[in-house]
């Protein structure tokens, strides 16, 4: 492996910076990051890579073709979220109520930090390096939406997908689990008939909030009395929506449920009991008619190929040192990057990075409060320092291309 592939970093460190904060402060929501999309193709022209946009909707493809050799798919995703930033950060989201809120702006940035240094060391390595800038992850969607269109026969088939995501944890600091690694995820969105009426005459009605709230209940049993202890599952009811005032009955109930798990066995046994609950409640009830369960989005389990999470670790060890490099375990978070390696029939490891400031992660823990004082992904206060995450983030995505990638050509 080439040990200076990463020497250019100082240089180009300034550039990355402003490019993180313009992406942080102008997130865009999945499948609308046309913004984001552009400025990504603009990068990539300027480095000379062969760029096509509009892959999956808003997906963006750069090629960097160095000869032969093999072909490493890097992967970044560049969605934001619904949510309010609260950080008060000088560079905080200029959208209301949408916000960079998973750090995909510091994949971004560090996806298009490490094309730069690969394409300045094309003398070091051969093959192709094929860069994904992925829409929608935050819906399971983007991954799907560009293999559908067309990905692999428009730009070949890799021979392995790496892909990283930034975390809550020191900067410097990397963690990859071999096997399943990031949950499946189903989204359901259930809807159960009652009969509405006056609130006065329940005799007259069919209750769907009685119906719903029995529900809720009896999901509970779910995990804890039908899956063995030795697996995990997650059953979440996130939202439950019925009627507008105290004196009516209304009509119908809705139920928004959210499943974790890590198998198909699983996950199988477990969408099936779902189902049998909400029938059952629905005909405890005397529903007038059957409930409706519908999938609102799925996330497939992120499976981590053993030998290429050793490889690529391996390597990391050697570039950072071997006791910043961690197994986390499996994690109930989800991911849709591994669509990318199920559907070429190829290694993923996927890894994850720390974006916190490794001082205030030590007081933090030190006093017990990480919970508390480190504001983890998803939340309003999530917010990786600058450096040294982007530094981290270049420098392992160069490390595991290099692993991946062909020697330097005669
Ligand atoms: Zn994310
Ligand atoms: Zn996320």
Known sequence: ?????????????????????????????SFAEHRTAGVIAERLTGLG?????????????????NGAGPMVLLR?????????????????????????ACGHDMHVTCLLGALDLLNGARDSWSGTVLA???????????????????????FGRP??????HVGPFPAGWLGAHAGPAFAATDALDVRMYGRGGHGSRPETTIDPVVMAAATVMRLQTVVSREVSGNDTAVVTVGAIQAGTKDNIIPDEAELKI????????????????????????????????????????T?????NDPAATE?????????????????????????????????????????????????????????DRVEQDVPSNHSPGFAPVIEPTVTAGVTAMVTAALTWLGPAAG
């Open 76 to 100: 970044a995703d560049f969605d934001a979220l619904p949510v309010t930033e609260r950080t008060g950060l000088p560079y905080a989201s200029e959208t209301d109520g949408v916000m960079h």
């Open 1 to 29: 492996m080439s040990t200076d592939a990463v020497a250019g970093l100082d240089e180009i460190r300034p550039a990355l910076t402003d490019l993180y904060k313009d992406l942080h402060a102008h997130p865009e929501l």
């Open 159 to 164: 021979d392995v997908v790496l892909g990283q």
């Open 299 to 303: 996330f497939p389990v992120v499976t």
């Open 258 to 297: 959210n499943i974790r798990t890590f198998t198909e066995a699983v996950r199988g046994k477990v969408l099936a009991a779902v189902e049998r609950v909400i029938k059952a409640e629905a005909a405890a009830s005397g529903a007038p008619r059957g409930p409706e369960i519908g999938t609102e989005y």
């Open 132 to 154: 994904v800038f992925q829409p929608a992850e935050e819906i399971g969607a983007g991954a799907r939406a560009m293999v559908d269109d067309g990905l692999y026969d428009r």
């Open 311 to 367: 490889r690529t670790m391996a390597a990391f060890r050697d570039r950072f040192g071997a006791d910043h490099v961690i197994d986390p375990g499996p994690a109930t978070g989800s991911e849709d990057v591994g669509h990318f390696a199920t559907s070429a029939g190829v290694p993923i490891c996927y890894w994850l990075f720390g974006g916190c400031d490794p001082e205030t992660f030590l007081t933090a823990l030190k006093n």
């Open 49 to 65: 890579l062969e760029v096509t946009t509009g892959v999956g909707r808003t997906g963006v493809v750069g090629a960097l073709r």
